[in-house]
């Protein structure tokens, strides 16, 4: 019980140590928020399409397996 106050203790000075190594806060116009919506769903879109490939490498692997399976 002793050693479990001891780390809440120690938990909150570190988020006080994080808090103060953080950057400000910059508020952004709605222009820049949109924009940053924007260039943060052509990251996924990309990330997406390039998982997508894979799986259709992945399923044209399996399908000419089961070809040959299914020749035999």
Excluded at 44 to 62: D, I, N, P, V
Aim: aromatic residues 2%; without cysteine.
């Amino acid at each position: 019980m002793i050693a479990k106050k001891a780390e809440e203790v120690s938990g909150s000075q570190m988020s006080q140590a994080v808090a103060n190594e953080r950057k400000p806060w910059v508020k952004k116009t709605p222009v820049e928020v949109v924009l940053s919506q924007i260039e943060r769903l052509r990251e996924g879109l990309t990330k997406k399409e390039e998982e997508l490939k894979q799986a259709k490498r992945q399923l044209q692997k399996l399908e000419e397996v089961r070809k040959i399976l299914e020749s035999t």
